[in-house]
């Protein structure tokens, strides 16, 4: 029996026996626009939300099934590079993931909302805060048409600032189109 795992990333010098593997899996936002099969990393110190084509170090690929390039903003499957991981259960561990406490992986997930959107940390609480207390929006022209504040969002806000938020579905975006 072929030992598969122990293969994968070279080029074979005969065939060999099929087999199966397993593969860690990690979802992660786009920094940039990627490819099916791209190599990426996360793009600085403790970020383990957002990858990028040019990281401080490579750790996967983007998911190499997808049918189509993902876009900034949108998530999707890392594969870890094979023999990468230091545990493995279907749980596994990975020292590019290191230990992350809930609230500062929600205050950098909300960092990035806020940065995809062009805005700052503080500006994006601002606005939440304002939409929960207020019932006020967020508009700058057209700037914000189309965008939607994801439940996610909401989650992460919850975990930050110790809000219940009973419906997740608000947005506080808005545009001024007639």
Known sequence: MTDAHSLIGKILEAPVEKDAIHVALASVQAGERL???????????????????????????????????????QWCFLFLYPKTVTSLKHVWEHPAFGPVDDKTFSEQWLEDFASSHGLSYERIMEVAEDRIKHGEYLCEGGRYEGDYTPKIFWEHYEKVTGTKIEDKGINFFTCSCN
């Open 35 to 73: 490819f099916p099969g791209q190599h990426v990393g996360f793009g600085r110190i403790g970020d383990i939300t957002t990858v990028f084509a040019k990281p401080t170090s490579f750790i996967g690929i983007i998911d190499p099934y997808l049918e189509h390039s993902i876009y900034k903003g």
